[in-house]
């Protein structure tokens, strides 16, 4: 294997910047690791809550921290971690895995989920529970895209509820509301 990093910091459509395949990539290659500051849950739980609010004041501040395992989180805002400038994407081709490392602590590693071209943008799924969707629009621009980061398995709940509230609001116009 060659020393040749696999990704670089690129602008993206989807979010100001994101990380981009600079070669062809095999699928569930290691791509590039989540590198952090190891924290506690409960530091972990604080610092989520601060950026909670704060994006939901400045559209951005998004959460960069990864669950390392049942004691650790890892907060990877900060350094030399360009894993961060991951986007988003309703159809995902690489995704964050939890792995030991040669030492015996948990690591945090971005595998690809497919087949990925040269220059393709590296992105996967934020996971974010739907309980503030509609604070987090998305624009990855994806055929499946439902229009809000939302992780896959509550998609499904989303689209309803957004089906639901269009037909409100068209209730509500058609009765000169
Ligand atoms: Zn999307």
Known sequence: MSDQPLCEVRSSSIHQRGLFATCDIEEGTDIIQYIGEKISKEESNRRALEWEDKARTTGEGLVYIFELDDDWDLDGRLGDNPARYMNHSCDGNCEAVNSEGENGDGEIW?????????????VYDYGYDMEHFLDHPCLCGADSCIGYIVREDQRKKVKKLLKGLKKKAKKLSEQGM
Not at 110 to 122: C, F, G, S, Y
């Open 110 to 122: 971005v595998v690809a989920r497919k087949d990925i071209k040269k220059d393709e943008e590296l």
